[in-house]
């Protein structure tokens, strides 16, 4: 799986938006991005995935460069309860059992 | 959504002692499910993979004989953690993938074990 590089940290202030960035300049062609959420003490929430296109979904946007090299997920209102850390994954999606590699991720506060 | 429980929910026991954590799909089915294991300020580590009626694949350095796993069924998994000791102490974490309904996996809410 692709290597990918988050921010440590990141501060955001409620009902701003949140945006996450995540660089994954090996990926191949065959691999998606992946954001999941952990939730201190709690178990990791998948958030949403992508190829190539932009998605979005109830809980965020997932923009993705042209060159798939780096992505952005966007949280557009965020809340208290959005803090959390945030993993972005690379991986080929596939029908078989493949586990998720997590990295350090991005510990994203949201003040009042 | 797809929902995954773990029991219990957290867990403390004496060192010397074993404890079995499960973990079920509760409106799905898995054919594979992981199990993680998250130190303090740490990122989940993948302990093994599991598929229901075959053995476990266990990663590099996890020793098989102490993290005993079973996945019996189609919803159950379960992880036996073997005269346990204090640097066992952990947050355990399962997730679940569904056959062929999505890319997805589905995680628990994890078992914080305490081993004195």
Redesign the interface.
């Known amino acids: 799986d692709a290597k990918t590089t988050q921010p440590p940290s990141m501060d955001c202030a409620e009902g701003r938006a949140a945006n996450l960035p995540c660089n994954h300049s090996t990926i191949s062609g065959n691999e ?1 991005v ?1 954001w ?1 959420r ?1 939730i201190h ?6 958030i949403i ?1 992508g190829l190539k296109n932009n998605e979005t979904n109830e809980m965020a946007s997932l923009i993705i460069t042209e060159d798939r090299k780096s992505s952005t997920l966007i949280l557009p209102h965020a809340t208290l309860r959005d803090t959390a850390v945030y ?1 972005c994954i690379v991986r080929v ?5 493949y ?7 991005t510990s994203l506060l949201v003040t009042p | 959504g797809a929902v995954v429980s773990q029991h219990p929910s957290w867990v403390i026991c004496k060192s010397g002692t074993s404890v079995k954590i499960e973990c079920r799909s509760l409106d799905f089915q898995a054919t594979t499910m992981f199990w993680y294991r998250q130190f303090p300020k740490q990122s989940l580590m993948l302990m093994a993979t599991s598929n229901e009626g075959s053995k476990a694949t266990y990663e590099q350095g996890v020793e098989k004989d102490k993290f005993l796993i079973n996945h019996a069924s189609l919803t159950l998994s379960t992880l036996t953690v073997t005269s346990a000791h204090p640097e066992d102490s952990s947050f355990y974490i399962c997730s679940a993938k569904a056959g062929l309904a999505g890319n997805e996996q589905f995680f628990g809410p994890g078992t914080r074990l305490t081993v004195l």
Request: charged fraction near 5%; proline fraction near 4%; avoid cysteine.
């Open positions: 998606y992946y999941y952990q003490s709690q178990g990791p929430q998948y995935h993993y999606a596939s029908h078989s059992g586990a998720l590699n997590f990295g350090k991720g």
